[in-house]
C-alpha cells in the first residue's frame, strides 16, 4: 500500500470515527423552580439515539413534590405507574423518533421554602430501544432538579401591613398641640381687638 493510500485511510478512519465512537445515548429530565403551592413542568428527554420505545423511571422527594400530571410529547402520551417519590413513564411504538422528548411531568410544589429536591434517573429501570427492537446503550443520566424559593405575600398579609402602617402615623407635636384649632385662634383674636378698641373710646372720651 502506498503512502498515499494509508494517508487517505487514516482520514477516513478518523472522520468516522467520532460519529461512531461519539453515539451516546442520554436521558435527561428539566430543572425548575416554583413556590410552595405553585406548579412546575419539565421535560423528559433521550438524545443521541432514534427512538420507538422506551422506560423511564424519575425518583423524588415526596415530601417536597406530588407529581400533578404527565402527558406525552414526540411518542404519545405514556403509561404512568409509580407511587409517592416514584414516576415510571412507558411507551411502546413501532416507528421511532430522533431525539424525543418523551413526556413532560408537572409537579405541584408542597415542601417549605428552600427545600430542592433532585430528580434522579435509576439507571436500573430506564431503558430505549431502537425501531427494531435492539436495545440502546444509555451512557449518560442528566439528573433533574425541582428548587423551591419563597412563596409570594397572600392579600391577607399586604393587608395587615396597611393597617400597621396606618396605625403608625406621627401624633402632632407639642408645638402643634398648644397651638390648638386655627378657628378658635382667629374668633379670640377678633374678641381681643373689639375689647382693646373699646376702652380706646373710653380713654379718648375721659380726655375730651
Known amino acids: ?100 422528548v418523551v413526556a413532560r411531568v408537572t409537579f405541584e410544589v408542597i415542601g417549605p421554602s428552600e427545600t430542592p429536591s433532585t430528580l434522579w434517573i435509576a439507571p436500573s429501570a430506564t431503558k430505549a430501544f431502537a425501531p427494531n427492537g435492539t436495545e440502546l446503550s444509555i451512557t449518560e443520566y442528566r439528573h433533574g432538579q425541582v428548587r423551591v424559593g419563597s412563596a409570594a405575600p397572600t392579600s391577607q398579609a399586604v393587608a395587615s401591613s396597611t393597617a400597621t402602617a396606618a396605625t403608625t402615623t406621627p401624633s402632632a407635636g407639642p408645638s402643634e398641640k398648644a397651638s390648638g384649632s386655627p378657628v378658635l385662634w382667629i374668633v379670640g383674636a377678633l374678641v381681643g381687638g373689639v375689647l382693646l378698641g373699646a376702652l380706646v373710646v373710653l380713654a379718648i372720651g375721659r380726655w375730651t
Not at 1 to 16: D, G
Not at 41 to 57: E, F, G, K, L
Not at 76 to 90: K, R, S
Request: charged fraction near 15%; aromatic fraction near 2%.
Open 1 to 100: 500500500m502506498s503512502r498515499r493510500s494509508i494517508a487517505v485511510t487514516l482520514v477516513v478512519v478518523a472522520v468516522l470515527a467520532p460519529s461512531v465512537a461519539g453515539a451516546q445515548t442520554a436521558v435527561s429530565v428539566g430543572n425548575a423552580t416554583g413556590a410552595p403551592g405553585e406548579t412546575v413542568t419539565v421535560p423528559v428527554a433521550i438524545t443521541d439515539a432514534t427512538v420507538a420505545s422506551y422506560q423511564v423511571r424519575i425518583e423524588y422527594n415526596a415530601s417536597v413534590l406530588a407529581v400533578e400530571s404527565v402527558s406525552g410529547v414526540d411518542l404519545g402520551d405514556p403509561v404512568v405507574a409509580g407511587d409517592d417519590g416514584v414516576l415510571q413513564v412507558t411507551q411502546t411504538r413501532s416507528d421511532g423518533v430522533t431525539d424525543p
